[in-house]
């Protein structure tokens, strides 16, 4: 495992398009899923960020589009639950239909964890979350039952920081990033994506195949990214040091 990789350099306005995991990346980690804060100064450096790469900035997250423009993010691209939806900021939307049978493994989860002191239970479009950050104990159990519905159902296990999540098999951050590349206004630029979590390694394998490059946030780990920065208020003064101070477009 590589043991350091360096800072990224600024943004280049002119050349590159930028990809952003949520999540752990741009806002903290917080023990339920709508307890995460989104500061003002976060909001107004993204949209000012997307003005200045001509619409070529994406949020790249597990969470749904609905939820993100709830926290101020309307009018910026995003690819939401794990690439199988995705609006570019011209309104050009794509999504996939909810997958069968995710109905009855809402129901599992739900009933998991009301019956489960500290799992917490996140309904999603076109998914379902267990979270067990409050209760860790109930880890192997929560992983063991997406499992089983799982294989059940023909979906995707997806496993994040003390989180496990069922989705539609064959999406994932990689092919939304790659979807969206092939369409104005990011389609022959330079691809930078920022994440930190084990699902947004096949981000950074795309992004390195498409001639870019990723950028792993938090503690050194293996990863396909060629850069890190430490934590999320780095990544957010590298995004307002860039706004302010990057190479013009």
């Not at 280049?12 to 990346?25: H, R, V």
């Not at 980690?29 to 900035?57: C, Y």
């Not at 794509?94 to 109905?103: I, K, L």
């Amino acid at each position: 495992m590589t043991q350091h990789l360096p800072p990224p350099a600024p943004i280049d306005f002119s050349g590159d398009a930028l990809f952003l995991d949520f999540d752990g990346t741009l806002v903290e980690l917080a023990d339920r899923p709508d307890g995460v804060i989104v500061g003002e100064r976060l909001i107004a450096t993204l949209h000012a960020l997307s003005d200045r790469l001509n619409g070529r900035l994406a949020l790249v997250s597990g969470r749904d589009i609905a939820t993100l423009d709830g926290f101020g993010m309307a009018g910026l691209a995003i690819a939401g639950s794990h690439g199988a939806e995705w609006r570019l900021a011209d309104g050009t939307v794509s999504e996939t239909a909810r997958p069968p049978g995710m109905d009855d493994a809402r129901g599992r989860f739900e009933q998991f964890a009301d019956t489960h002191g500290g799992v917490l239970f996140e309904d999603k479009p076109l998914g379902a979350a267990l979270h067990y950050r409050m209760s860790p104990e109930w880890g192997q159990e929560c992983r063991a039952l997406a499992e089983n519905l799982a294989q059940a159902h023909g979906f995707h296990v997806q496993h994040g920081h003390e989180m496990v999540e069922l989705r539609r098999a064959g999406v994932d951050k990689g092919v939304a990033i790659a979807d969206i590349l092939k369409r104005a206004p990011f389609a022959g630029h330079r691809p930078v994506f920022l994440g930190d979590d084990v699902t947004d390694e096949a981000g950074f394998e795309q992004v390195a195949r498409s001639g870019g490059h990723g950028v792993l946030i938090g503690t050194m780990r293996a990863t396909a990214a060629t850069f890190r920065l430490p934590d999320v208020s780095s990544v957010n003064e590298w995004l307002h040091h860039s706004l302010k101070g990057g190479p013009e477009d």
